[in-house]
């Protein structure tokens, strides 16, 4: 490294070499004793305390426009599609 550069820079460069090299030294003896899954997932079980949740959501809600009011958002949709 530099010349110039302070006593506590080289120490941080070292520092963080070190902890690269122990942090992949860890990763790859974890992947290879676990066979390359790192997390093994289950599917996640209801839990026990909690109501159960329904699957449907809030009622649709529609608008009947009038025949004016088509004609203007077809036109709209005609402007903005020349774009």
Do not use: N
Request: no cysteine.
């Amino acid at each position: 490294m530099s010349e110039h550069a302070a006593t506590l820079q080289l120490i941080g460069v070292t520092v963080l070499a070190v902890t690269a090299v122990a942090w992949a030294v860890i990763l790859t003896s974890l992947l290879r004793r676990t066979g390359g899954v790192l997390s093994g997932r289950r599917p996640a079980a209801p839990l026990p305390a909690l109501p159960r949740q329904s699957r449907v959501g809030p009622p649709l809600e529609s608008v009947e426009l009038t025949p004016a009011e088509r004609a203007a958002f077809a036109g709209l949709v005609r402007r903005l599609g020349h774009r």
